[in-house]
């Protein structure tokens, strides 16, 4: 639901930053409805701070170590301490008074509404998609209802396209102009995004399963062996801060795509009666380190590449990207593996541990090319980059 509120709002997010800053708390819920509810409504408040900070951090930090170091905390404890600190130092600019006239005339609204249309319908088609049993669900994905749903959206994305490469023609408001994917750097990056965040996603979710269904371990259990994911996680983010005026981007990138590359490769051979210590906890240490670099890289290149009045568009779309391809990522994996288990397991039992881990392997083998896939397009995508994260000399 997170994701699905956060990549329908993006876009007509990143044309309204410059407008609005809008920040929610989500609170502890009780049922799952109220979880439900506040993972919605903290979607919506991320994809109208995300494409606000860029903006923000953009225009008051000058290129070098502090917007390296700003981009990084806003990747690695941003959810921590925004609520507590961001009300204090938010600058004060003086922007002018925000008139109906602009908000009504001034953003594409009915590119807005295809857009998150097509990706609500897209994202609630790949839904039906089953990552546990039972897998006799997977015939939803059959139904009529579900080939409607990817055949509007399909059309309605399509027409978005065609729609923004109309009104920027004619030089009229957009949510993102079509010749922003000209640039090589920029395109390769919502490419990696949409990959890498899909891996980590979906990483996410089958090695959970993993834990509790192969190896039959509470929740609890289980979600302490995910303890070891912030802490890297933050690391990770800082470092790339302390290193990326020093290094060239498309290295780091590469780098820790490659360290990455581990964990999915270390979870497909891995055998379930293995203590957690033996192999599952390197997976896990390493399964955020590109994801969290990328971030912190990704921000830095848009705030250096693109003018300051399309710095919002741009963080908006490369997060969409992101948004999308954990949902992509979580369907294409989920199909992969129940397929695998359904098919090649010659255990009658579908749902036991040992027809399960037929499937969770095909799973990870997936991530693991999923990850390779993005290294591939950095190496041949970002290879003209170089350093990015420098203070820029008068």
Known sequence: MYALATECTLLISGAVSDASIFCMACLL?????????????????????LPSAMSLISEYFPAGMLR?????????????????????????SQAGDVSWHMLVFGIDWVGAVA??????????????VPLAPPYRDINKAHE??????FSLSGVLLIFF?????FQERRNKPTLIWNSLWKNLAFTCTCVNEFMIWGAFNAFEQVINLFFQNAQDLSRVETAIRFIPTPITGQLTALTTRFVLHRCRADAIINITTIISCVSPLIMALVNPIWVYWRCAYVAICLKSITADSLFTVSNILIAGVFPAETQGLAAGAFNTASQIGKSFGLAIVALISNQVTDQQSQ???????????????????????????????????????GNIGKKKTQ
Do not use: D, H
Request: proline content about 2%.
């Open 68 to 92: 390296n170091l700003a981009f990084a905390f806003m990747g690695a404890i941003a959810n921590t301490f925004a609520a507590l600190s961001s009300w204090w130092k938010i600058p004060r």
């Open 144 to 149: 009529a209802s579900t080939i409607i749903c």
């Open 115 to 128: 857009a998150s249309a097509g990706l609500g319908l897209l994202s609630y088609a790949l839904s039906s």
């Open 161 to 165: 396209v065609l729609w923004q490469s």
């Open 29 to 49: 819920s009780a049922t799952g409805t109220q979880l439900i509810l506040f993972r919605v409504i903290s979607g919506l408040a991320t994809s109208l701070c």
């Open 347 to 385: 255990i009658v039992e579908k749902g036991s541990p040992e027809a399960l881990i037929v499937g969770y392997r095909a799973a990870f083998w997936t991530l693991f090319g999923m990850n390779v896939a993005s290294l591939v397009v950095s190496l041949f995508g970002l290879r003209k980059v």
